[in-house]
């Protein structure tokens, strides 16, 4: 079955830099657009980014210039690189193939001082 896997949240200082990184299995992961949404306490669930399957990528505008989504397909996995974090960007971080409607379970990312 679909399996999403995040990984690599965590407390960083504001300013600092993460790097998110979701495997997937189940599915032929290359053909499919990737996507990576965040869920901060009290607020809904919003997109951050989105890759297609040739490397396309979208940024919401609030993380644009900061954040990087990658991918690579023949390691099943997409990444998001987090730069420059901010407060406000605290939040719970889930991979997401749209298609599929298929969720991971979330990694947390924690931005204080």
């Known amino acids: 079955q679909v399996q999403l896997v995040e990984s690599g949240g965590g407390l960083v200082q504001p300013g600092g830099s993460l790097r998110l990184s979701c495997a997937a299995s189940?599915?032929?992961?290359?053909?499919?657009?990737m996507r990576w949404h965040r869920q901060a306490p009290g607020h809904q669930r919003e997109l951050v980014a989105t890759?297609?399957?040739?490397?396309?990528?979208n940024y919401e505008d609030a993380v644009k210039g900061r954040f990087t989504i990658s991918r690579d397909n023949a390691k099943n996995t997409v990444y998001l690189q987090m730069n420059s974090l901010k407060p406000e960007d605290t939040a719970v971080y889930y991979c997401?193939?749209?298609?599929?409607?298929?969720w991971g379970q979330g990694t947390p990312v924690t931005v204080s001082s």
């Open positions: 997401f193939v749209p298609t599929l409607n298929a």
């Open positions: 890759i297609s399957p040739n490397g396309i990528t």
């Open positions: 189940g599915f032929n992961f290359g053909a499919y657009v």
